[in-house]
């Protein structure tokens, strides 16, 4: 494969040990990077001070910084943006990464594994860690986790060195989406949950154009652009600290259990219906993630697309993703959540349906489309509602579960789609994301209705 040139403040350099002489030029990178943090920073807190989050309130003489309750879910938005930036700055320094470290292709099957490993691990321990520290430390330890990694990411020396950062990073985001979600869940309802997970969608798009900001507009290296959301990773981690008191889940209506504490996880994956969610959210995020990678393989090697319009078309699935959040946050203040996932599955169904179905290229493409917007709002719901289906007491270790199994499904089933592209062919594709979707909406279904015979069958 062909590898595109390296680009310095120099101009094209033949040697990738470029970028391992950090001297003057990359110094003055470093310092772009820091303007244009501080930069977004002001942006930040300017936004946050006209959406009346921040206001001072003159009472006795005395200016009190009022923090009402929609400020950290603001501050949880603005951090899913950052995790959505972080995960999909990859898919574009990738390219370059190789010519630094003078690795091939094929290299990313170690770096992607490192980079998922620690997220699993912090959000299968999640619950336990919440349960011990409460949910502010253990935002404030993810983010400095993730400030260090995505930090490591640029200063790292050689290819080993990168591998290790990029666990430690992978840690932090994990601690961090976990922590979220879990606060999120415990504190507000459906619109907030599934804003919160669109902005995870809006940093995704974003990503690539940091990276081509420094790459080719500034005519720099792609370490800046993981230097920049390093420091607002920092910056934002700092807004948590100095905030702490304002990080705490909802303490439940009952006060006996208010002050239990979380369980071990172990009694938590004994409950039949925690078992249930994370079959669940492990086929869920084979779907939603493995239409996003195999996609472009169906439509180019068997539908014969040319690359551009197959890569408009993928780029217009994670659109409609991120759209379908938006739009169901606001179905949301309306609709009830059984009525949203309805609507959702119905979409994801037919979706899926029309993408395997092929009679033609416009009727593939609303179905890839249709398909994107139904799966949107599923996580996010599900996520919330956690805390009423497996008890309050054992919804910080399920939610972590859950979390890391949508990642761990969304690899696994993912390879086990490349594997039936290979041997069975591409189009198999879009019957492998069919029956995914009808599986997760089996379910979905069985799920309810086993919470339903669980109500019927306990002891009033």
């Known amino acids: 494969m062909a590898r595109l040139p390296i680009l310095s403040n120099s101009g094209i350099q033949d040697s990738p040990q470029v970028y391992h002489s950090w001297g003057v030029s990359h110094l003055s990178l470093a310092f772009q990077a820091i303007l244009f943090s501080l930069y977004l920073t002001r942006l930040i807190f300017a936004w946050l001070s006209c959406a009346g989050m921040i206001e001072c309130i003159i009472q006795e003489n005395r200016v009190t910084l009022s923090f009402k309750k929609t400020f950290p879910i603001l501050v949880a938005y603005l951090i899913f943006i950052v995790i959505g930036i972080a995960s999909g700055l990859l898919n574009i320094s990738w390219t370059y990464m190789q010519d630094t470290f003078n690795v091939s292709h094929d290299s990313l099957a170690a770096l992607a594994p490192a980079a998922m490993l620690g997220g699993l691990i912090a959000a299968f321990l999640s619950g336990s860690i919440i349960g011990r520290f409460s949910i502010g430390p253990v935002l404030v330890g993810g983010m400095a986790f993730a400030g260090v990694g995505m930090l490591g990411y640029a200063l790292a020396p050689a290819w080993i060195s990168l591998l290790g950062v990029a666990f430690i990073a992978s840690i932090g985001k994990g601690a961090m989406d976990a922590g979220l979600n879990n606060f999120a869940s415990a504190n507000y309802g459906a619109s907030e949950m599934n804003w919160l997970h669109a902005c995870w969608g809006i940093g995704l798009t974003i990503a690539p154009a940091v990276v081509t900001h420094f790459v080719l507009e500034q005519g720099g290296a792609w370490q800046a652009s993981y230097v920049v959301v390093a420091l607002i990773i920092f910056l934002l981690g700092l807004v948590i600290l100095l905030s702490l008191p304002l990080w705490k889940l909802r303490a439940p209506s009952d006060k006996s259990k208010s002050d239990s504490v979380s369980p071990p996880a172990s009694e938590s994956l004994r409950r039949p219906i925690v078992i249930l969610g994370l079959l ?181």
């Open 280 to 460: 669940f959210f492990f086929v869920y995020g084979g779907v939603e993630i493995g239409t996003g990678q195999l996609a472009n393989t169906l439509l180019i090697e068997s539908r014969n697309l040319p690359q551009a319009i197959a890569s408009s078309w993928v780029s217009a699935y994670w659109a409609s993703f991120t759209l379908g959040r938006i739009t169901m946050g606001l179905l949301a203040l309306r609709l009830g959540d059984k009525t949203l996932l309805n609507i959702c599955f119905g979409f994801t169904v037919i979706g899926a349906l029309l993408l395997f179905v092929n009679a033609n290229e416009a009727l593939s493409l609303i179905g890839l489309i249709g398909l994107g917007f139904g799966l949107a709002a599923v996580f996010p719901i599900l996520i919330l509602q956690t805390n009423k289906r497996v008890g309050r007491e054992h919804a910080a270790n399920a939610i972590g579960f859950q979390v890391g199994c949508a990642g761990l499904g969304g690899a696994a089933l993912s390879g086990m789609g490349g594997v039936f592209a290979e041997h069975v062919g591409p189009e198999s594709i879009s019957l492998f994301i069919f029956a995914g979707a009808l599986l997760t909406f089996a379910l979905y279904e069985f799920m309810i209705r086993w919470e339903v015979r669980q109500l019927i069958a306990s002891p009033r």
